[in-house]
Every structure is written in structure tokens, then in C-alpha cells.
């Protein structure tokens, strides 16, 4: 929490005196800092809680990246395992429909029944069957692991609101 005079602690100090500030303040004893006039103690311990702050900042968005990378990473490997372990089925259910296909074809060429054609390739009860497992096959229409990441809202939604506060976002 800040209070309305240290929001713009350190806007009228150049960066570089401000870092060569918070150096040396990080590196003096509080002994060292009280042999300085009240003025250049308070300039001190300001621009060292600046440098802090900002470093402490910085490495909460690194961290916050770090967990993003691991969920988006985590999410593309799944997708890839489910789609490896299921990938005999899925030719088997294309080759499948691959001769169901043809059988219509045929029959639309021919004016034959195309019902009767299906049960030529399969029992209609099998058919029906093999529909709603190649329901269970499919993946989204885009194909990719991003539908995965939402499995991991809730490590999300347990620090980021809290991580959002903290931050002070400018565009």
C-alpha cells in the first residue's frame, strides 16, 4: 500500500542518481546511514525502497511468466500424450469411415439404398456405436492444447488477484 507522498518519490530524481543512491544505501550499516544530515538519510532509504520495490516487482512478473510457461507447456504435453495414445483409434475410426464413405459413393452412382450400403461396411448398431466414440476423439476444432490451460484456472485465480493489486499497471 502506498500513501499519496510516495507516489511520486523518485519521478523528479534522475535514474542514474536514484540507482547510485539505492546502491550505496544497500550497502551502508544503519550506523553509516545515521551519520548523514536527516535530508540525505531520507533521500537514502527512499531510493533504496525504490530499488527494492522494483526489483521485487520485476521478480514477481519473472515468477508470474515462470508458472505461465509451465501451465502452457504442461497443457501442450498432455494434449500431445491423449492424441499419441489415442492415435490407433483415430486411423482406425478414419479408415473406418474411409470405407463407409466409399460405400455411399458408390451408392449414390449406383441409386442403391445408402443405409444398406453402411450395414455392407457395418452392423448399424456398431455404426451408431462408432459415432459416439469418434465423438470422444475429436479434439477441438483448432487442434491445440489451449483448451488444456483452462484445467489450470484455479492455480491461477488463487494469486493473481492478488498479484494484480499489488501491481500498478500504466499503459
Known amino acids: 500500500p502506498s500513501s499519496e507522498n510516495d507516489k511520486g518519490l523518485g519521478r523528479h530524481i534522475h535514474q542514474n542518481r536514484l540507482l547510485k543512491l539505492a546502491r550505496e544505501g544497500g550497502q551502508m550499516t544503519p550506523k553509516d546511514l545515521g551519520?548523514?544530515?536527516?535530508?540525505?538519510?531520507?533521500?537514502?532509504?527512499?531510493?533504496?525502497?525504490?530499488?527494492?520495490?522494483?526489483?521485487?516487482?520485476?521478480?514477481?512478473?519473472?515468477?508470474?511468466?515462470?508458472?505461465?510457461?509451465?501451465?502452457?507447456?504442461?497443457?501442450?504435453?498432455?494434449?500431445?500424450?491423449?492424441?499419441?495414445?489415442?492415435?490407433?483409434?483415430?486411423?482406425?475410426?478414419?479408415?473406418?469411415?474411409?470405407?463407409?464413405?466409399q460405400a455411399l459413393l458408390e451408392a449414390k452412382e449406383s441409386g442403391s439404398d445408402p443405409y444398406a450400403a453402411i450395414e455392407a461396411v457395418i452392423p448399424w448398431d456398431e455404426f451408431t456405436e462408432s459415432v459416439s466414440e469418434a465423438e470422444l476423439l475429436a479434439r477441438p476444432e483448432g487442434f491445440d492444447h489451449l483448451h488444456l490451460v483452462g484445467e489450470n484456472f484455479a492455480t491461477l485465480r488463487r494469486y493473481t488477484p492478488a498479484l494484480l493489486e499489488v501491481l500498478e499497471l500504466r499503459a
Open 35 to 101: 551519520k548523514f544530515e536527516p535530508q540525505r538519510r531520507y533521500a537514502t532509504l527512499a531510493a533504496v525502497v525504490l530499488e527494492s520495490t522494483a526489483t521485487v516487482i520485476d521478480e514477481l512478473v519473472d515468477l508470474h511468466d515462470r508458472i505461465l510457461v509451465k501451465l502452457f507447456s504442461g497443457a501442450k504435453h498432455k494434449h500431445q500424450q491423449q492424441f499419441q495414445k489415442q492415435g490407433k483409434a483415430i486411423n482406425d475410426k478414419v479408415r473406418l469411415y474411409s470405407r463407409i464413405g
